[in-house]
């Protein structure tokens, strides 16, 4: 069984900055992804920013120069530093992981959410 276990949301008002940080846990073999995607109220879930199986990074556009994403592999961790935050950042953010279970079987994993709301 593999969880994924987020943390750190909150609200904040709008050019603030919050970090969010996600743990995999349970029986791991192999970690091939893992970032953030987000979803606002009736939209669509959407790319954040996420490590790839080549280890290269992907952002968003609408991110790109005031988010970053970085982990530590020894924790099974990534984290998201969100800077100069915008109300339209306001979104359930959702970890994410392509996992390979002890069990040998590779597939996504999703968290359970954590709200981010940029208010003043």
């Known amino acids: 069984q593999v969880q994924l276990v987020e943390s750190g949301g909150g609200l904040v008002q709008p050019g603030g900055s919050l970090t969010l940080s996600c743990a995999a846990s349970?029986?791991?073999?192999?970690?091939?992804?893992m970032g953030w995607y987000r979803q606002a109220p009736g939209k669509q879930r959407e790319l954040v920013a996420r490590?790839?199986?080549?280890?290269?990074?992907m952002y968003a556009d609408s991110v790109k120069g005031r988010f970053t994403i970085s982990r530590d592999n020894a924790k099974n961790t990534v984290y998201l530093q969100m800077n100069s935050l915008k109300p339209e950042d306001t979104a359930v953010y959702y970890c994410?992981?392509?996992?390979?279970?002890?069990?040998?079987?590779?597939?996504?994993?999703w968290g359970q959410g954590t709200q981010v709301t940029v208010s003043s």
């Open positions: 994410y992981g392509l996992i390979r279970s002890g069990l040998q079987q590779t597939r996504d994993y």
């Open positions: 349970g029986s791991i073999s192999i970690i091939y992804a």
């Open positions: 490590f790839n199986s080549d280890g290269n990074t």
